[in-house]
């Protein structure tokens, strides 16, 4: 059930970055840094059913804003 749940809130996430202007949004709300705060693990780990998904939604925000406090 969680996994489902995390699945369809990052497919929401992924669907909601299409648009620069939402990338920009979530830039300066700090997204970045939530994700790589809260999904590390789904992001390091390439096996993990998130994976995709994540790594997705991090390369389109890091194409608009990507600070060095980030990936500290």
């Known amino acids: 059930m969680a996994g489902e749940l995390q699945l369809y809130v990052c497919g929401l996430v992924k669907s909601l970055v299409r648009t620069e ?3 920009q949004i979530m830039c300066e709300a700090c997204l970045p840094h939530e994700l790589l ?3 590390t693990v789904a992001l390091e ?3 993990h ?3 995709r998904l994540m790594q ?3 390369e389109r ?3 608009q ?3 060095p406090r980030d990936l500290r």
Request: no cysteine.
């Open 49 to 51: 059913f998130l994976h």
């Open 37 to 39: 705060s809260h999904a």
């Open 65 to 67: 804003s990507l600070t």
């Open 56 to 58: 997705y939604v991090f």
């Open 45 to 47: 780990t390439e096996t």
């Open 61 to 63: 925000l890091a194409a």
């Open 21 to 23: 202007r939402n990338q």
